[in-house]
Each structure stands twice: as structure tokens, then as C-alpha cells.
């Protein structure tokens, strides 16, 4: 069985787009996506509405969680950062996990197997 890896994407939600994109140019099929909200070195600003003044400790951001096992993950890695990069503080963090193991539900196929296209399947 291949080692199967966790990579979870934490950035701006401008970028989803882009990132999908790089994601799509690597043969990266499959991603969950959600709207999370979080704060980090930044610890938030100061926003002024209808002349009171309010701290926003927590910004708007995307998580994309990305499970790989035939794309190598440095190639994942590497394509997240070129695309969620400005430069700029708040462009986000990428983790990476190892995964004990992974079960289709529908077939009940546990392992590498369970995570690769059948389409890309040897028959």
C-alpha cells in the first residue's frame, strides 16, 4: 500500500479559483472546500461602521483539504504556494498529514485504492 497524505490548504477565498486550477494541472482530482474563518499572526484589524469602532479578530478564509497518495506531495505543495502566494500577510498556511487509512463508503475498498479514480484503474 502507498503512504497516503492529508494536505490542508488554508487561504485567501480569492484564490480558490487559481488554486483549483494548479490543482487540475497536476492531475489533483478530488478536494474538499470550506468557508472557515480565522486569524493568525495578523490577530485582526480594526474596522470603523456607523462611527463605532469594531475589532475584526477573525477574517474570511477557504480551507481546501486535498488527499493524495499518486501525486507526489511536494508537486501539490509546491503548485499551492506559486498559486495562493501575493506576498502579503494573510496568504494562508498549508499542513500536511499522514493518513492511517481511508475507506471508500461504497465499495468498502480501504487504502490507496480507496482514493484513486477507478477510471484510472488497470483493468
Do not use: S, W
Amino acid at each position: 500500500m502507498k503512504p497516503i497524505t492529508k494536505i490542508e490548504i488554508i487561504t485567501r477565498p480569492e484564490k480558490l479559483e487559481e488554486l483549483k486550477a494548479a490543482m487540475n494541472k497536476i492531475a489533483v482530482t478530488g478536494m474538499t472546500v470550506t468557508q472557515v474563518y480565522g486569524c493568525g499572526l495578523t490577530k485582526g484589524h480594526t474596522e470603523v461602521y456607523r462611527g463605532q469602532e469594531y475589532n475584526i479578530n477573525l477574517v474570511p478564509k477557504v480551507k481546501v483539504e486535498i488527499v493524495v497518495c499518486e501525486v507526489p506531495v511536494e508537486k501539490v505543495l509546491e503548485a499551492a504556494k506559486q498559486a495562493c502566494q501575493t506576498g502579503k500577510i494573510g496568504d494562508g498556511k498549508i499542513f500536511v498529514y499522514p493518513i492511517a487509512n481511508a475507506v471508500r463508503i461504497r465499495t468498502g475498498e480501504e487504502g490507496d485504492i480507496a482514493i484513486v479514480d477507478p477510471a484510472d484503474m488497470p483493468k
